[in-house]
């Protein structure tokens, strides 16, 4: 590489490399956030429902996880 | 051996394990995010131009492309065998595993495919070609979402992972006809070059190989948080998981 003008055109083919690695980035991100969420929306319905009452408990607890994956 | 052993039933611990991977996360991410950072710089500064086939700078595609579907694969034998373990051990969180695996092994194929078909446009002309390897990748995909598809169509969480766990054991098949498909076919896709001695000169094995462990570790480290997420979706009823969650509320009032 020899100057930020070849970096960014990558020589006529900028539109295919920097594709290439800006979907690769946007599909971990979006991964890594999904988890992350997935993660802390358990611990909140598990906190939610150890602040009620005893009595209003449900017996089973059941949590929701709001994306398939 | 024995302490092998031990070490592998603590690991079936839904609490060890997450314990663990709790404490393991942190050190994979510091790692993973040193090596992309070295990586990268060679993949799109400090690495020359290919010109034996006169790709220019096409040949920066490859470092995403070879890790992820180097990944896609490995990802899916890693599944298959967690799969085997989960049957026949009747161990939970192999199955945990499994379905952990899938969502990232499923990215990874898929930007395999996509940087694949970016980087044959320039170089082949085509965006596509049925040819065998493609096909195949292809198909891995679709075992990918076939598994996630036919996991979630249980209301039975164990019935779910024996089924999955079959589809993902039969679909390994398709591994090896994926990686010796560009030596059994005739295909658009070229032979082993990363494999085959003297095929890539040194120059491009420096930030291939840096990609590769990172990407390698950045997958390890997606698997263990939805694996996280899996193991307290699994375990909802567990006293301990009711105490990781209050954990720090509790710090808070008692302040």
Redesign the interface.
Known sequence: ?TSWHE?IF??K??A??W???L??LV??LG??IG??K??KS??KQ??SE?MLPSDKRQK????K?SQ?? | MAKAWRWFHQLGSPKYLFQKTGQWLPWIWGATLILLAVGLYYS???SP?EARQGQ???V??MY??VP?AALSMVGYIAMAIAAIVGLVWKMKMAFAVVRSI???GA?MT??AL??GS??G??TWGTWWEWDARMTSELLLLFLYLGF?ALH?SFSDRSKADKASAILAIVGVINIPIIYFSVKWWNTLHQGYSVTQKGALAPEFQVPLFTMLAGMYL?FAA?VI??L??EI??RN??SRW??E???AD?KKVTHD
């Open positions: 590489m970096f990558m020589g083919h900028g295919y490399v594709s290439s690695y979907m690769t599909v971990l991964l890594f988890f992350r997935m993660l358990l611990k598990v906190q150890a089973t607890r059941k949590l996880v398939p994956d | 799109l500064w400090a131009l220019g700078h096409t920066r595609i995403i492309h992820a899938a969502p990232a990215a898929f930007l996509f940087t970016v980087w446009k320039p996630i979630a950045l997606l948080m939805r996280r997420a307290i979706l909802q009823k998981v009711m990781w969650a209050t509320a």
